[in-house]
């Protein structure tokens, strides 16, 4: 059974430090792996994904994927308290026709 | 731009009574569909998924039931709702043919059966 895990957290940090946030899969055909972004009582917002090995940056977010290991991490720079939400980490297997198979989330709370 | 949207935003609803959701998207044509489920301390659950009109794919054998009437409108139904049924409905689109099957969420319903 293809499982995506994250740790459920709270992960608590202060502002302005660096979040780093988790997330490993089971299934090797996994192609392409996103990170969204759930504030309290809303709706998932993409605010990242990344295929190939290796860093992808967009602004004060970087994604980390190394397939050897089944790993996909999302560092998050100068953390403020607008970052505190929970972050779903997701993972699509090439040709499942638009499974995405989803973590539970970690829950990112940013101290002021 | 692409837009999506849902209705209702929240419902609540006795067990036994039926159920419509309705997900519409602007601005795209084609789209892939989903439904999932966000129940209360659990993950995402893909519940359908639709990659054209009148096409539907059950990922969870329960009592709800999707269609997909309109190129760009995607309905959840149910005949009558268990308690079990309460939770955060999301539909969500993807690109047709995008092989990295990027998706993007709606508003939600926060339904709760009583």
């Known amino acids: 059974q293809k499982e995506v895990e994250q740790n459920s957290g709270p992960l608590s940090v202060p502002e302005g430090a660096i979040a780093s946030l988790n997330c490993t899969y089971s299934?090797?055909?996994?192609?392409?792996f996103f990170w969204y972004r759930q504030y309290s009582g809303k709706s998932p917002e993409l605010i990242m994904f990344?295929?190939?090995?290796g860093d992808k940056e967009d602004g004060r977010f970087t994604a980390q994927l190394n397939k050897a290991s089944q790993y996909v991490s999302l560092l998050i720079r100068d953390s403020q308290p607008s970052d505190s939400a929970t972050y779903l980490c997701a993972v699509n297997v090439w040709g499942s026709q638009g499974n995405l198979i989803f973590g539970k989330g970690t829950k990112l709370s940013v101290k002021p | 731009s692409q837009t999506i949207h849902q209705w209702p935003a929240t419902l609540v609803q006795p067990v036994g009574s039926p159920l419509s959701l309705e997900c519409t998207v602007e601005?795209?044509?084609?789209?892939?569909l989903y439904w999932y489920r966000q129940a209360a301390g659990r993950g995402l659950q893909l519940l359908f998924y639709s990659v054209g009109i009148g096409q539907i794919s059950s990922e969870v054998p329960q009592n709800l039931s999707a269609s997909r009437p309109q190129d760009r409108q995607f309905i959840l139904s149910s005949k009558k709702l268990l308690l079990s049924d309460s939770g955060f409905y999301l539909c969500?689109?993807?690109?047709?043919?995008?092989?990295?099957?990027?998706?993007?969420f709606g508003p939600g319903t926060r339904l709760t059966v009583l």
């Open positions: 990344i295929y190939s090995n």
């Open positions: 601005g795209t044509s084609n789209p892939n």
């Open positions: 969500a689109w993807s690109v047709s043919g995008d092989s990295y099957n990027e998706q993007f």
């Open positions: 299934d090797r055909g996994s192609q392409s």
